[in-house]
């Protein structure tokens, strides 16, 4: 743990420099800003950080620092690009198999019967991804869509491109009433024939959250289940028996944006469309162990330390007991404010991660985010759609980070009442 850190604090430290460098006004001081990133980038490959040649780690760190250095003077680049040309094999031979999908399988009991893979194009590039590969699985085409929020909205816009995308069921509404509860599944209208039927488990912008994933064959339906679940997963187990394919960007939950996680069950694997390209069609990423092409090296470490760090912590068990924590100190607040906080959306809809409210006098917006703002509390205001606040407490948010905030907001009550 401590290698690892030093690594990533070399690494930070050669990045915050290298910033420096680009934007450093004059030539001296941009010369001698770019010497302390080469200093650094010594330190990091030969000094201190000796240690971490035998990990992989070490190998992803010099790949990360040296690729820094395809900006720097000419003199040093040719002896950049061999050691790079040299350590990419290697790095990918060794470390990419490995490629936390282990921990991964082991947080989520994913049966082996789903393949895990790390592909790129985040959740948007999944909503082109998914129709491309499962969609024409049967002869008509057919799609159905819960519509839940905006997340499931763009699926389905994007969805329409390549086949009959449609909607089975909404939660649309009028004004404040708009994607406020999820539609009950007994009253979906699923279609017979359907390739598949998408969902977004956690609609991020609006605050709702499926408590229970639906079990398509209790309604009579046999299409596989598609669940966009990236901005939940990893804080509440899954019920894999009702899933297809469940796809998740790294950016809430697992790590930084770059890699997208796609659990997939081998049956719906090797439909894909000829116009799918190659780097997206999960027969040829499975086949190539999520390498076809180059992978998003760094996202994809980090995704198994934070991996790691959630097997420390008690796994998916203990996340979602601790979001269960949080979410409920955060809406009791607001519930108990006589009014003067408001969350919209039906109790047993709310999302553990992310909680939208108002404040009931909407003129104190500015005040209330200004005061947040010297809390240190960051990242408050509504998404533009909806308006007022939303608190989006992801599991690397902790417990006293929510106490804080709830803190705050019975203070400023107080003070504005
Ligand atoms: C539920 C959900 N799906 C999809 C996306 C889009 O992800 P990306 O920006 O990685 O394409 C987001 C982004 O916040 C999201 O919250």
Not at 346 to 359: E, G, W, Y
Request: aromatic share 8%; proline share 5%; glycine share 8%.
């Amino acid at each position: 743990m401590r290698r690892t850190l030093i690594a990533a604090t070399l690494l930070a430290a050669t990045v915050s420099a290298f910033a420096q460098a680009a934007s450093a006004p004059s030539s001296p001081a941009k010369k001698e800003l770019v010497r302390k990133v080469l200093q650094l980038q010594q330190q990091a490959i030969e000094g201190t950080a000796q240690a971490l040649v035998e990990q992989p780690a070490a190998r992803l760190l010099q790949q990360a620092g040296m690729a820094l250095q395809t900006r720097v003077p000419a003199e040093k680049r040719e002896e950049v690009a061999k050691a790079i040309q040299a350590d990419a094999k290697k790095f990918a031979d060794e470390v990419m198999p490995l490629m936390r999908e282990r921990d991964v399988r082991e947080l989520l009991a994913v049966p082996e019967h789903y393949r895990i893979l790390f592909m790129q194009g985040g959740g948007l590039g999944e909503n082109a991804i998914v129709p491309l590969n499962l969609s024409h699985r049967l002869p008509e085409a057919k799609v159905d869509f819960v519509i839940t929020g905006s997340w499931s909205q763009k699926s389905h816009k994007e969805a329409r491109r390549y086949c009959d995308a449609q909607i089975a069921a909404s939660n649309e509404g009028v004004g404040a009433a708009n994607h406020t509860a999820m539609p009950a599944p007994s009253g979906w209208q699923l279609r017979d024939g359907l390739s598949y039927v998408h969902i977004c488990s956690n609609e991020t912008i609006h605050g709702v959250e499926f408590a229970q994933w639906p079990d398509l064959q209790s309604l009579g339906c046999d299409a596989p289940l598609v669940v966009d679940c990236s901005s939940h997963i990893l804080s509440r187990p899954i019920d894999w028996s009702r899933v297809g394919l469940a796809f998740a960007g790294a950016q809430k939950n697992i790590g930084p944006a770059g890699v997208t996680l796609v659990f997939v069950r081998d049956d719906l694997i090797g439909h894909a469309l000829s116009v799918c390209p190659s780097a997206f069609d999960y027969q040829i990423v499975a086949a190539n162990q999520s390498m076809f092409n180059t992978p998003p090296t760094y996202a994809i470490y980090i995704a198994g330390l934070v991996f790691q760090w959630l097997k420390r912590g008690g796994g998916v068990a203990a996340m979602e007991a601790r979001s269960l924590e949080k979410s409920t100190l955060l809406y009791d607040t607001i519930d108990n404010s006589d009014g003067y906080y408001v969350n919209r959306v039906a109790p047993d809809c709310r999302s553990r991660m992310n909680v939208p409210f108002f404040l009931h006098d909407e003129s104190l917006n500015e005040a209330f985010l200004a005061g947040a703002r010297q809390h240190g509390l960051l990242q408050l205001k509504g998404h533009k759609s909806v308006g007022g606040m939303r608190a989006s407490i992801y599991n690397a948010m902790p417990l006293d980070g929510v106490r804080s905030l709830v803190g705050y907001m019975r203070e400023f009550a107080a003070r504005h009442g």
